[in-house]
């Protein structure tokens, strides 16, 4: 079967962009913001590559200072509030402990780090970095005595899949097309150059036509694949597949802070309060081959291991892991041979012939080049910047000063009691819910909550009790509204709930969506 898909008064779609990670999402979502008609597709589900594989955090990237790169880290900077403000529900501030190891980075070094962290943004609203006596500080609670001095600054987590549904549904809402689970298996210009003809396989193996003014690349990892085999356009531009491991322990400490711990190898690694009731810990560099599926190996676990027991009081084995995740970052092939100091700045390259909205050429073709989840955003307004010769009518940006889909809370003086005061508002709304659900669940769907528990009043009217904070009556939602299909889009991506589930409950789980799945295809 085949269907041709043009914009909505028959007309061809301004911009169609591939790939549903963050970029892809981010961008989609600021053109039809701006009064292009946009489609997007995504092969597989909604950030279930590298957007949902990232350490979760929303920070400027304090090594990098290392490596020179004082641009990315000012921008990545004056980002990490425009994304608390515009994702409270899915991201909050997040202090960092940083014991000093003097044999590895001297200490003047750090205070000089730190002093250019806190003011590369004037504009920063989060507390600013402080030297503390770790024995005698709350900040040194789970580490080990020996440790004496350390530092302290700011940074915030976020939830990295939840954030490109976010913005996927937000490109929905405003009148984008979305294409879930179909792979776009052939882009070419048409014969006057004028538009991409554009093919996409569905989860079916119907095939859908379409044509657009303009074409983003943004599959990530697979960005130069996609020029060689649906666009066949070449460029010397490259990146590079590096591979970064994590994995989830039972909680190793008390307290709201986060541990980030130097190692000899100049690398360092993240200990992080994760899903209530444990840790996070990674990530590691290992460089990889197009196509290799990213698992983290026993010597990566061995690896993280080591490094959280060198710090911690709480010793970690292997055995302790229960859950890792692996994702493939393509960064910006900068020709650096030290998979830790490759750039984590983002290229985008315009193929096209016009720069003036007097003289187009042929249609454009817009590829991303590496790009980190902080600076989404950015990386977005960049892209339709470098595009807007191509469409003279374009509107301004505007997702600075707008939250995204489910993401309009409380106003109130800090980002925690934002959202802090929403939890109570719903919480006040529905007694008859645990307070603690409540709160999960305000997390993960912010003022989407109205819609999720319009009919329910009490515990049994969420349906089914699957394990965790996870509910049929959510599930539900899940598959109707946010393009859920598999177990793992419930359980690892739109919920972590899969950490809070038994083996037992998990295959129950499975069974019972994949009897419900035909009434959502």
């Known amino acids: 079967m085949e269907v041709t898909v043009m914009a909505g008064d028959g007309a061809p779609l ?3 962009v591939v790939g549903g990670g963050i970029n892809g999402a981010g961008i989609a979502c600021d053109a039809v913001g701006r009064s292009l008609k946009v489609g997007l597709c995504e092969m597989n589900d909604f950030a279930s590559a590298t957007s949902s594989a990232s350490t979760k955090l929303i920070h400027g990237g304090l090594r990098y200072l290392e490596q020179y790169e004082f641009r990315l880290v000012r921008e990545a900077l004056q980002e990490r509030e425009v994304l608390l403000a515009k994702a409270p529900h899915l991201s909050r501030p997040l202090r960092f402990v940083l014991p000093h190891e003097p044999h590895l980075r001297p200490r003047w070094m750090l205070r000089l ?4 962290y806190d003011h590369l943004d004037w504009h920063m609203t989060l507390p600013k970095s402080i030297a ?17 001095k350390g530092f302290v600054y700011s940074d915030a987590w976020v939830d990295d899949a939840r954030l490109v549904i976010s913005n996927v549904k937000s490109a929905r809402q405003m009148g984008a097309r979305i294409f879930a689970r179909h792979r776009c298996v052939s882009a070419r210009r048409s014969d006057d150059g004028k ?4 093919e996409l396989s569905g989860p079916d193996g119907a095939s859908v036509q379409l044509k657009a003014r303009g074409l983003v690349n943004a599959t990530g990892p697979w960005v130069k694949r996609f020029l060689d085999e649906q666009t066949h356009i070449k460029t010397a ?17 008390e307290g709201d802070h986060a541990f980030i711990l130097q190692n000899s190898d100049q690398r360092i690694v993240f200990i992080i309060p994760y899903e209530r009731d444990f840790s996070c810990i990674g990530t590691t560099d290992i460089p990889v081959e197009a196509g290799e599926k990213p698992v983290c190996t026993p010597e990566e676990t061995a690896y993280l291991c080591e490094i959280a027991s060198h710090y911690m009081v709480k010793r970690v084995t292997p055995a302790d892991v229960v859950w890792t995740y692996s994702g493939v970052r393509p960064l910006f092939d900068d020709g650096d041979d030290n998979p830790s100091a490759v750039t984590r700045d983002y290229h985008l390259e315009v193929d096209g012939t016009a720069r003036t909205s007097s003289a187009i050429g042929v249609a454009p073709l817009l590829s991303v080049f590496g790009g980190k989840i902080t600076t989404y955003r950015r990386l977005a307004e960049h892209a339709l910047k470098d595009l807007a010769p191509y469409y003279p009518h374009m509107g301004l940006p505007w997702t600075a000063t707008r939250a995204v889909a489910d993401g309009e809370l409380a106003d109130a003086p800090t980002f925690e009691e934002a959202f802090d005061t929403y939890v109570a508002s719903a ?8 307070k603690e659900l409540v709160r999960v669940l305000c997390r993960r769907h912010g003022s989407g909550l109205d819609e999720l528990l319009e009919d329910v009043r009490t515990v049994a009217d969420l349906g089914r009790h699957f394990g965790g904070c996870l509910y049929e009556t959510e599930v539900r939602y899940l598959m109707r ?3 859920a299909v598999e177990p793992e889009d419930v359980l690892w991506r739109r919920t972590k709930e899969g950490l809070h589930m038994t083996e037992a409950e998990r295959a129950a789980f499975a069974r019972w969506m994949a009897e419900l799945r035909p009434n959502f295809t």
């Not at 780090?113 to 250019?116: D, Q, V």
């Open 237 to 253: 531009k490259r990146v590079r597949l590096i591979k970064g491991s994590h994995i989830i322990v039972p909680r190793m400490h």
């Open 427 to 434: 919480a006040s709304v529905k007694p008859g819910l645990p």
């Open 481 to 483: 509204d946010e393009w």
């Open 195 to 198: 538009l991409w003809n554009i």
């Open 132 to 148: 503390v006596d770790l024995p005698q500080s709350k900040f040194g609670v789970g580490l080990k005595p020996s440790f004496k």
């Open 113 to 116: 780090g730190l002093f250019l």
């Open 14 to 16: 301004d911009l169609f």
